[in-house]
């Protein structure tokens, strides 16, 4: 089984200001894929600790996808940390800027422009259908924008060459219950079907009390199997069933 | 200068069904304690990657925040990871039975229920008036619930004990431009004010390319002349200033 990590790089998701949501994308897109994300972290715009996280994660994960950091400002720095950590030089792409030139004109291809063409050696270009400016593939890591927009549509065009296995599936029971009064039965349950994942996850409503109990795995029927035995189980508790996904 | 990082919990997050909202919060409520999140990790359920994540970050950070995994469940295994990273034992705390017995009753307090009572040995409890059962502080690390409002309540309870600095403070001027057509004005502008961190941050609209330029740091005064900079830096470049804030 294949499995990925994701490195966010970003000074604006660290301050709050913006809200990352690179990560439920890649995640949710992955598992559909049959590859789950085991692993999420976020860093400065700094070549160290780009350079760390990466390869933390590339040694690690079968697929590491990194968001940001590849546009032409000063602060966009991640092609070069991705060279630093494999070793190789960064070095002016003719592809890239072909199709940066086809975008912007070659007369508005300024030094800053031309930065986004440096890419590492060896590396493979991933297209950018929105807005030009490619990505890459060094190894096993994907090099992509942080824009959400472009980082969606550069994965459109990464699905058939990832190693893909069964989606990782997921049935969601949700409870008129607190979690206290069924964490017993659902450990029971969670030893009984050891090749599924059983989470529990409780929210505090003006309804009151609820439980949103998800099991997620490979094999839909054994899923289907889960699902009835948690309604079963929400009956003896004298729970209801909120809804069912 | 004390910095901090945080340490999601919770398969929930990396399946991509539930969508992260703590790092935001945390991020937001630190940098006005002057208080600058300098990376994030989002871990599994899993005792090793939990342990991994928390030593990786409490020996590098002032302070670490966790969230999620302290609940009643089998899937909450936070409290005994962080008692296995700091190699103290688990232990029944009386106080946090006091308090789960005041919220459910007595009767109510069956074995899952009491697991949320079994707190790292010299942890000192952090409160929850949410729900009661509450996190725990463990040298530098702070211990929260992973449901948002329980976790936002925890950290009301904590401002007081953070060692707090001066606030991070921001200022944004969106513009109408392509970012490549302003990357060397804002470079410079950077090398000129080594003090401040100046971030672009790019987005495609039905309007329009628009860049949103950041300047942040502790000097309200100094901003405000990279923000007049900023400005002027557009009027040169023919660029529209859309926003201020």
Do not use: C, W
């Given at each position: 089984?294949?499995?990925?990590?994701?490195?966010?790089?970003?000074?604006?998701?660290?301050?709050?200001?913006?809200?990352?949501?690179?990560?439920?994308?890649?995640?949710?897109?992955?598992?559909?894929?049959?590859?789950?994300?085991?692993?999420?972290?976020?860093?400065?715009?700094?070549?160290?600790?780009?350079?760390?996280?990466?390869?933390?994660?590339?040694h690690r994960y079968g697929y590491v996808f990194t968001s940001g950091g590849i546009g032409?400002?000063?602060?966009?720095?991640?092609?070069?940390?991705?060279?630093?950590?494999?070793?190789?030089?960064?070095?002016?792409?003719?592809?890239?800027?072909?199709?940066?030139?086809?975008?912007?004109?070659?007369?508005?291809?300024?030094?800053?422009?031309?930065?986004?063409?440096?890419?590492?050696?060896?590396?493979?270009?991933?297209?950018?259908?929105?807005?030009?400016?490619?990505?890459?593939?060094?190894?096993?890591?994907?090099?992509?924008?942080?824009?959400?927009?472009?980082?969606?549509?550069?994965?459109?065009?990464?699905?058939?060459?990832?190693?893909?296995?069964p989606p990782l599936l997921s049935r969601a029971v949700t409870l008129a219950v607190r979690?206290?009064?069924?964490?017993?039965?659902?450990?029971?349950?969670?030893?009984?079907?050891?090749?599924?994942?059983?989470?529990?996850?409780?929210?505090?409503?003006?309804?009151?009390?609820?439980?949103?109990?998800?099991?997620?795995?490979?094999?839909?029927?054994?899923?289907?199997?889960?699902?009835?035995?948690?309604?079963?189980?929400?009956?003896?508790?004298?729970?209801?069933?909120?809804?069912?996904?």
């Open positions: 089984m294949t499995d990925a990590a994701i490195l966010v790089i970003g000074n604006e998701i660290l301050s709050g200001r913006t809200h990352d949501v690179n990560v439920p994308y890649l995640a949710t897109q992955l598992a559909a894929l049959g590859v789950p994300v085991a692993e999420v972290r976020i860093v400065r715009d700094e070549p160290a600790a780009i350079v760390a996280g990466l390869d933390a994660l590339r032409p400002t000063h602060d966009d720095i991640t092609s070069a940390a991705v060279a630093a950590a494999f070793g190789v030089r960064l070095e002016r792409n003719a592809e890239a800027v072909r199709r940066l030139a086809a975008r912007h004109g070659a007369e508005a291809l300024n030094p800053a422009r031309l930065k986004m063409a440096e890419i590492p050696a060896g590396a493979r270009l991933i297209d950018n259908p929105l807005s030009q400016a490619p990505g890459f593939r060094l190894g096993n890591v994907f090099v992509l924008a942080g824009v959400p927009s472009v980082l969606q549509a550069m994965f459109e065009t990464l699905r058939d060459e990832l190693r893909a296995g979690e206290g009064d069924i964490a017993e039965r659902l450990a029971a349950l969670q030893d009984a079907h050891p090749d599924s994942e059983i989470g529990s996850y409780p929210s505090f409503g003006a309804e009151g009390p609820r439980v949103a109990v998800v099991a997620r795995g490979r094999d839909a029927a054994a899923l289907d199997r889960i699902a009835a035995e948690i309604r079963a189980l929400a009956a003896a508790a004298g729970a209801d069933v909120i809804a069912t996904d």
